[in-house]
């Protein structure tokens, strides 16, 4: 499996790439700036440097070329202002869903956010971010890719533990960035996870088990 990953130096970005090419998949991570290359280099993945923010669709048409699936893990990050959750978390995922489509890669996985379902108002940046990743889920919802969005929970650098609390909605918690790159890649692997929004938190689940039951 080939698979471009935006957002690449992202942590949960860098655990998927791991993943991926520790069991002999490609991983391509879209990354911003040369001097994040070796940091791929470390985990197996091949460095994309371009701006999703700059570069044109067309040119990220080619960038995702021969992939079998797109991964949005890109974040304008803490400490950005409103104006960059709209072009990095909402109108780059749209970018990104257009170049999959254009370049006929099938499916879209969104590393999107707990809170997305009714966010709230008002100029808060936090109350912004969320809005701009409930738009840019319900963007690649409408398209025809095969996508699937994962809302996780509060991230923690905490180290994996390959269990979770996975369902359409489930209270709040907290969720090793590990963990959120494990169930991408079994949703990567599970095609019955296309066309499902999934939330997920720890839990006493194994992530296959709970993401199937989650897609049955």
Do not use: C, N
Not at 188 to 195: F, I, V
């Amino acid at each position: 499996m080939d698979v471009v990953i935006a957002g690449g130096h992202g942590q949960i970005a860098l655990h998927l790439s791991r993943l991926l090419s520790e069991r002999g998949d490609t991983a391509r991570g879209i990354i911003r700036s040369e001097a994040q290359r070796h940091d791929l280099d470390e985990v197996g993945a091949r460095a994309v440097v371009l701006d999703l923010e700059r570069t044109p669709v067309a040119e990220l048409v080619d960038a995702v070329s021969g992939a079998d699936a797109v991964v949005f893990a890109a974040g304008a990050g803490p400490g950005s202002g409103a104006a960059r959750k709209e072009s990095v978390d909402y109108e780059a995922a749209v970018k990104l869903r257009d170049a999959a489509q254009r370049a006929g890669v099938g499916r879209y996985i969104m590393i999107s956010a707990m809170g997305t379902d009714h966010p709230p108002g008002g100029d808060d940046v936090f109350a912004v971010y969320l809005r701009a990743k409930a738009r840019a889920d319900h963007a690649v919802m409408d398209s025809d890719l095969a996508w699937t969005i994962v809302r996780p929970g509060r991230l923690t650098d905490d180290a994996g533990t390959g269990r979770v609390t996975l369902a359409r909605h489930v209270a709040r918690g907290r969720i090793p960035r590990e963990d959120v790159a494990s169930v991408v890649a079994a949703a990567l692997d599970d095609e019955r996870s296309a066309g499902h929004i999934v939330e997920v938190v720890s839990g006493d689940t194994p992530i296959a088990e709970a993401l199937a039951s989650a897609a049955g």
